[in-house]
């Protein structure tokens, strides 16, 4: 509870997504119950609009985003080559108000009810709906945007700052440069959505007029407002994947990404052109001609850069040693999935087939197959390439396959009829629908589908328990190319004993590799001796299936036929020199605080007090929140007389080598 290191809080986030991603689940697990036969009482109407509102906000706001935060918080400090975030300290904090902020909006369950008008909470409906269930949603969207904007502003100074030496912005890993754009994104657009959010809740608790529209208001603000925010959002969610994926490709096919800078640019187009597109979300609401043909325009071009991606993860895998492991699965299901709700998602761009798919089933199968079978498979797949680094050990593989498959099965039963039902005219956000409509089929098979995709859930958690008690693994078990895997797994506190130099992109597998007079990759007969001494590590454990052999092991030299460089010819350092550099220091790690803590909780004491109007609580929340940041602010970060950490000889690692860029 007092930890400010920066793995410790990744691993919290991605727990804490989880559990909010079980509970997600079973939501909607309740709804296609309710929808998977016509007449159904399962869920009463007003039921059905809470449990419909939550999993949408759930698994935007608190699965996909924290997850995303959770990967970024343990892996780009190391990825980098840091020894922790810019700031720990607001890193702790925008953890535990991310936890209050989920855990408020979930009491709203037993304090009367949850929120009720849609994840999107259209006005004018959000701000008549009766009861405080709106208000939950309002402020509890609050709370978890200062959790992401503190995330973002610390995760892109760390990016910016705290790069090792020679690490330049072209030799960043790819999920650090997709997580980068990511933060960017939240910056600017969280500000917009929390404009929104102030807006409604001057309506709702102080009777203005912003979304009024019997007092001249424009009841479109709310939909321009919460778009403009949207859209980017949906970039926000899925930029990450990309990225996890990005690394994922490389490694499983023994090949360098293609095109790594035409990648990292198209990340980038992404990030702005996401900004012109909200618009498409309402060609139906009268917007007029110019409008609906230049976002019609702008949603057909931000497929390019998208669309070059998708080339280039074909690319990278074309002719390649493909080892089908389980993230490897995840990956190529991430892009096949991922591929499909692009293709829906152009129709949006053309005008009179947008105006007839919206509002229907159509539009929920677009968005479930770019973000649970982008994001989701994305994520997956990035939990089984780094559960080694996270742990020491590895996942089950044959588990793994199953949930794959398991997964990609039920993925596709429950989410390929909409775009069906969709067509056929069954309009979304209806608690049910009466027999002789022509969708009794589809709908009872894709509520078939989503318990195939719980029981996926489910052998994921089995394989989870039961790696417990797995053996532990060589520290470089995917023989893989980034700075993570130069360093112990799990990683100390520290992360690296010495400061790395960079040299060369993917300059771990520089180390290990080199080119022979044909090109191919060879393994380096003389591998610096720290290099050796981790890959040599834990050699008695259990070997990987299809993994790599130890250094100067049988097959040394000859395993890959595939070319190592970084194709842009900076690979120009000398990898296997000695690691004794200048670049040893002092190691002052910052230290714990409940102060992260006590600062969040006031937020959702705040909060309670303004929806029930009863201001001795609100001042109560008020000063519980200064006072505990003036108490945050005189502790000392660290503690001069803490002795510094012991290195054995075994963490005595540079991972890097010196040498000349």
């Not at 089950?396 to 596709?412: I, V, Y």
């Not at 004794?580 to 909060?607: A, C, F, K, N, Q």
């Amino acid at each position: 509870m007092t930890t400010v290191d920066h793995k410790k809080i990744g691993i919290m986030y991605s727990v804490t997504a989880f559990i909010f991603f079980i509970i997600g689940g079973v939501e909607a697990l309740m709804l296609r119950v309710q929808l998977g036969t016509p007449d159904s009482t399962f869920l009463s109407a007003e039921a059905y609009n809470q449990i419909f509102t939550m999993h949408g906000t759930t698994m935007i706001f608190l699965v996909v985003m924290p997850l995303s935060a959770g990967l970024a918080n343990y892996l780009l400090p190391l990825m980098v080559g840091a020894r922790d975030v810019a700031f720990p300290r607001l890193n702790a904090f925008g953890f535990w108000v991310f936890l209050a902020g989920g855990l408020f909006m979930y009491s709203s369950f037993f304090l009367g009810g949850a929120p009720n008008g849609g994840w999107f909470g259209y006005a004018p409906l959000s701000r008549l709906t009766p009861g405080h269930n709106m208000d939950y949603w309002v402020f509890g969207l609050q709370i978890l945007g200062i959790a992401s904007l503190t995330g973002a502003i610390n995760l892109i100074v760390t990016v910016i700052n705290l790069r090792a030496p020679g690490m330049t912005l072209f030799r960043m890993p790819i999920f650090v440069w997709m997580s980068l754009v990511a933060q960017f994104l939240l910056l600017f657009a969280l500000p917009v959505i929390t404009v929104a959010l102030f807006l409604l809740m001057f309506d709702r608790q102080f009777g203005a007029n912003f979304f009024n529209a019997q007092a001249g208001a424009d009841p479109l603000l709310w939909q321009h407002l919460f778009w403009l925010f949207g859209h980017p959002e949906v970039y926000i969610l899925i930029l990450p994947a990309m990225g996890v994926v990005s690394e994922i490709l490389p490694v499983f096919s023994r090949k360098p990404l293609f095109g790594y800078q035409v990648m990292v640019i198209s990340g980038i187009a992404i990030g702005f052109i996401g900004w012109g597109v909200w618009a498409h979300h309402m060609f139906a609401t009268g917007i007029g001609p110019v409008a609906t043909s230049a976002f019609s325009a702008s949603t057909m071009f931000i497929a390019v850069p998208t669309g070059v991606k998708i080339f280039n993860w074909l690319s990278t895998m074309w002719k390649g040693k493909i080892r089908a492991t389980s993230p490897m699965l995840f990956a190529v299901g991430f892009v096949t999935m991922f591929t499909i709700g692009g293709l829906s998602g152009v129709t949006h761009a053309i005008v009179p087939h947008d105006t007839q798919q919206t509002d229907t089933y159509y539009i929920v199968a677009h968005f479930h197959y770019v973000l649970f079978g982008g994001s989701i498979f994305g994520l997956f797949g990035g939990i089984y390439y780094w559960w080694p680094k996270f742990t020491g050990k590895l996942l089950s593989e044959t588990l793994g396959k199953w949930q794959f498959w398991l997964m990609l099965a039920g993925f596709n039963l429950t989410f390929g009829p909409f775009h069906i039902l969709g067509l056929q005219g069954m309009p979304r956000r209806v608690y049910t629908y009466p027999d002789g409509m022509g969708w009794n089929f589809w709908n009872m098979a894709a509520t078939v589908g989503s318990f195939m995709i719980a029981l996926a859930v489910l052998v994921f958690m089995v394989n989870v328990w039961k790696a417990r008690k797995s053996p532990l693994v060589p520290e470089d078990p995917w023989d893989s190319r980034t700075l993570e895997w130069s360093i112990p797994s799990p990683p100390p506190e520290y992360n690296f004993a010495k400061i790395p130099v960079v040299t060369a992109r993917d300059d771990w597998w520089h180390q290990k590799y080199e080119e022979d007079e044909n090109g191919r990759a060879v393994r380096r007969k003389e591998m610096a001796p720290d290099v050796v001494a981790l890959l040599g590590r834990r050699s008695s454990a259990v070997a990987v299936a299809d993994g790599p052999p130890p250094p100067g092991g049988e097959g040394a030299g000859d395993e890959a036929t595939t070319g190592t460089g970084s194709g842009e010819g900076d690979d120009t350092g000398d990898h296997t020199g000695d690691h004794t550099g200048d670049h040893t220091e002092h190691i002052h790690m910052p230290s714990p605080s409940y102060w992260p803590l006590v600062s969040s909780l006031g937020l959702p004491v705040l909060s309670y007090g303004l929806i029930y109007q009863y201001l001795p609580v609100s001042v109560l929340g008020g000063l519980w929140i200064l006072g505990s940041l003036y108490a945050w602010a005189l502790e000392p970060s660290t503690a001069p007389e803490e002795p510094e950490p012991e290195l054995s000889s075994s963490t005595e690692l540079a991972p890097v080598s010196q040498g000349t860029d």
